[in-house]
């Protein structure tokens, strides 16, 4: 079965500063992998996904996460962090195996500081 | 606007009381999910359908039912048999197993249950 690793589950980091946060992950098939965000009681929201394409992937509000398979990691990054960034962060593995499962890591609780 | 819509966003419940959370979505999706979110502990999966009038438990379904009579409703029971109901409840909908990317979810707001 898959799962996830999120380490450092609360990162605090200046307002312009880069943002970084790590995912592994463990699989028996070729995973699809994303980050979701979620702000105070408020349901989750699709950041980006890896689906077997682009190993470098864009998705909104600045944030990238680059997929390395020899490394089982696809780590979130964003250049500048802004105050709205302040939320939990989740990377879920899928595999395609077509059980259509999936896990979820933790999560990472984000601070941004002024 | 197509989405998925939770109800109630807070709900207060006594001890042996059973409740039911709504989930509501029109975006044509054949799978829905519920989840239960404490802190700390990300999503636990409860029980998902794939189609209607099918489902199946997830990793926690104990104290807790389901039904799915229509594509767009998947109501969620949280009867007097869970031990410790007090959660973040997220619903989830998406394309369906061999339609779309398998892990690409899109959730309610959430309901927040407590047990007085």
């Known amino acids: 079965a898959q799962s996830v690793t999120q380490l450092d589950s609360h990162v605090s980091v200046s307002e312009g500063t880069p943002v970084l946060l790590r995912c592994n992950y463990s699989?028996?098939?070729?995973?699809?992998l994303f980050w979701y965000v979620q702000h105070p009681n408020k349901g989750l929201q699709l950041l980006l996904k890896y689906t077997s394409a682009a190993t470098l992937v864009k998705g909104i509000n600045g944030f990238e996460a680059e997929f390395k398979k020899s490394e089982t990691s696809f780590h979130l990054t964003k250049p500048s962090a802004h105050m709205s960034d302040a939320a939990e962060y989740f990377c879920?593995?899928?595999?395609?195996?077509?059980?259509?499962?999936?896990?979820f890591g933790k999560g990472n609780q984000v601070v941004v500081i002024p | 606007d197509g989405g998925i819509t939770q109800s109630p966003k807070y709900l207060f419940r006594k001890e042996g009381q059973n409740v039911t959370l709504s989930c509501e979505q029109n975006?044509?999706?054949?799978?829905m999910y519920w989840y239960r979110q404490d802190p700390g502990q990300g999503l636990r999966l409860i029980y998902y359908?794939?189609?209607?009038?099918?489902?199946q438990k997830g990793d926690i379904a104990e104290g807790y039912s389901v039904s799915r009579e229509k594509k767009e409703s998947f109501p969620l029971t949280v009867t007097s048999a869970q031990k410790n109901p007090t959660a973040f409840y997220l619903c989830?909908?998406?394309?369906?197993?061999?339609?779309?990317?398998?892990?690409?979810?899109?959730f309610g707001e959430g309901s927040r249950l407590t047990v007085l």
């Open positions: 699989s028996s098939y070729s995973p699809s």
């Open positions: 879920v593995v899928s595999e395609s195996s077509g059980n259509n499962r999936l896990a």
């Open positions: 975006l044509n999706h054949d799978a």
């Open positions: 359908s794939q189609i209607v009038n099918d489902f």
């Open positions: 989830a909908s998406s394309l369906g197993q061999g339609r779309g990317v398998t892990g690409e979810l899109f």
